[in-house]
């Protein structure tokens, strides 16, 4: 059964490798690349195209889909687009193809978004013809199209990319711990931990909390990731965080392969001994106004007043009943890694862990030598 995936809500995780990376496998049965000119790409409403298909039942029969792909597409983009490709083909047009589409025919903004489907497609089909015999290269997954790309879009796949990336963790480390694995229409991501570096790292750095270095893995094909790798973390005392500083980018343009991304793992995996040096460092800056320090580090680097406000509480609680005397810029950091524990939504808690792990880099000192605002 497919059709509950091809929904535009769909998401699923997984918490072991094999399934994740056979469900990649099976996603790519089901997905396919068309090049054809732009010119070629005609946009209509599912009320124009009721007028040949009276209900929704008969159009997903000449879709030759299920109906409940069409009640979802009137609940979302409400399009089909027909591809002229020697014959013409009809597909549904899922939500996550809009970023896509807009940068294809170069209409940004809210404004546009705000327009009714008759007005969309209208200025839509203009764009296109205007674009001529200019190749797009449009993505079809699980019976609609998910995003429509310029001719300089390289394909990378997303099962051989995961599989590459973690057999060859596999190789250098002997074994990994996944953390997650999700995948929507617009991402899929997985995140692991080489746990078997905990004793080592611990023993060598020796600070107060045990540090495992990870990586988050992510892309996507509708226009939303770059393929990027990057080191993830997670400590004992529940911290993650995400150096963003640190990714391996590889664009899904030109002649990128994944050879070119295997190529930059080892440098990445060097970096992880920077990050416990930058803690090692934090644990040597002591903290005179810790709150203050706190709220004006998290504003540095973009975290919610909601949020900020919560990590001060927790901070002004601990320091009233554990009778602290000395806090460090290392005790306002981990505060600070503390905050993706309480994000369930995993491309929420990826952006906030990208977020809280600039915190590593801050300069505390100088924070707390300024005048409050």
């Given at each position: 059964?497919?059709?509950?995936?091809?929904l535009?809500?769909f998401q699923?995780?997984?918490?072991n490798?094999?399934e994740?990376l056979?469900f990649?496998?099976?996603?790519e049965?089901?997905?396919?690349?068309?090049?054809?000119?732009?010119?070629n790409l005609k946009?209509?409403t599912?009320?124009?195209?009721?007028?040949?298909?009276?209900t929704s039942?008969?159009?997903?029969?000449?879709?030759?889909?299920d109906v409940?792909?069409?009640?979802?597409?009137?609940?979302?983009?409400?399009?089909?687009?027909?591809?002229?490709?020697?014959?013409?083909d009809p597909?549904?047009?899922?939500?996550s193809?809009w970023v896509s589409?807009?940068?294809?025919i170069?209409?940004?903004?809210?404004?546009f978004?705000?327009?009714?489907?008759?007005e969309?497609?209208?200025?839509?089909n203009?764009?296109?013809s205007?674009l001529?015999?200019?190749?797009v290269q449009?993505?079809i997954v699980y019976?609609k199209?998910?995003?429509i790309?310029?001719?300089?879009?390289a394909?990378?796949?997303a099962?051989?990319?995961?599989?590459?990336?973690?057999?060859?963790?596999r190789?250098?480390?002997?074994?990994?711990?996944?953390v997650?694995?999700?995948a929507?229409?617009?991402?899929?991501?997985?995140?692991?931990l080489?746990?078997?570096?905990?004793?080592?790292?611990a023993?060598i750095?020796?600070l107060?909390?045990e540090?495992?270095?990870g990586?988050?893995?992510?892309?996507?094909?509708?226009?939303?990731?770059?393929n990027r790798?990057?080191?993830?973390w997670?400590?004992?005392?529940?911290?993650?965080?995400?150096n963003?500083n640190?990714?391996?980018?590889?664009?899904?343009?030109?002649e990128?392969?994944?050879?070119?991304?295997?190529?930059?793992?080892?440098?990445l995996f060097?970096?992880?001994?920077?990050?416990?040096?930058?803690?090692?460092?934090?644990l040597?800056?002591e903290?005179?106004?810790p709150?203050?320090?706190?709220?004006k580090?998290?504003?540095?680097i973009?975290?919610a007043?909601?949020?900020?406000?919560?990590?001060?509480?927790?901070?002004?609680?601990e320091?009233?009943?554990?009778?602290?005397?000395?806090?460090?810029?290392?005790d306002?950091?981990?505060?600070?890694?503390?905050?993706?524990?309480?994000?369930?939504?995993?491309?929420?808690?990826?952006?906030?862990?990208?977020?809280?792990g600039?915190?590593?880099?801050?300069n505390?000192?100088?924070?707390?030598?300024?005048?409050?605002?």
């Open positions: 059964m497919t059709k509950g995936k091809g535009d809500s699923i995780s997984f918490n490798t094999e994740f056979e990649l496998e099976k996603r049965v089901y997905t396919g690349r068309i090049s054809v000119p732009a010119k946009f209509y599912l009320e124009q195209v009721k007028k040949w298909y009276k039942e008969e159009l997903a029969e000449r879709l030759g889909i409940e792909l069409v009640k979802d597409t009137e609940n979302n983009t409400k399009m089909v687009v027909v591809i002229e490709n020697g014959h013409k597909y549904l047009l899922g939500s193809s589409i807009k940068n294809r170069d209409i940004y903004g809210k404004g978004d705000m327009l009714g489907p008759e969309q497609v209208r200025d839509i203009v764009r296109m205007q001529g015999d200019e190749e449009v993505i019976d199209i998910r995003a790309m310029s001719r300089m879009y394909v990378v796949i099962a051989d990319f995961f599989k590459s990336v973690l057999d060859y963790s190789e250098r480390f002997d074994s990994f711990e996944l997650e694995a999700y929507d229409h617009n991402v899929t991501r997985c995140k692991i080489f746990t078997e570096l905990r004793e080592e790292l023993e750095y020796k107060p909390d540090y495992i270095p990586l988050v893995i992510q892309t996507s094909d509708t226009g939303f990731s770059a790798i990057g080191a993830y997670q400590s004992s005392s529940r911290g993650s965080f995400i963003s640190e990714y391996i980018y590889a664009k899904h343009k030109g990128v392969t994944l050879e070119d991304i295997l190529e930059e793992l080892p440098n060097i970096k992880y001994q920077n990050t416990l040096k930058k803690f090692a460092n934090l040597t800056i903290i005179s106004q709150v203050k320090v706190l709220k580090a998290c504003r540095h973009g975290v007043k909601k949020h900020t406000k919560m990590l001060v509480e927790e901070l002004e609680r320091l009233s009943t554990a009778g602290i005397t000395t806090t460090t810029a290392y306002i950091c981990r505060k600070i890694l503390s905050l993706p524990n309480y994000v369930t939504d995993s491309t929420q808690k990826t952006d906030l862990q990208e977020k809280v600039r915190a590593v880099n801050i505390y000192t100088k924070f707390e030598e300024e005048e409050d605002e």
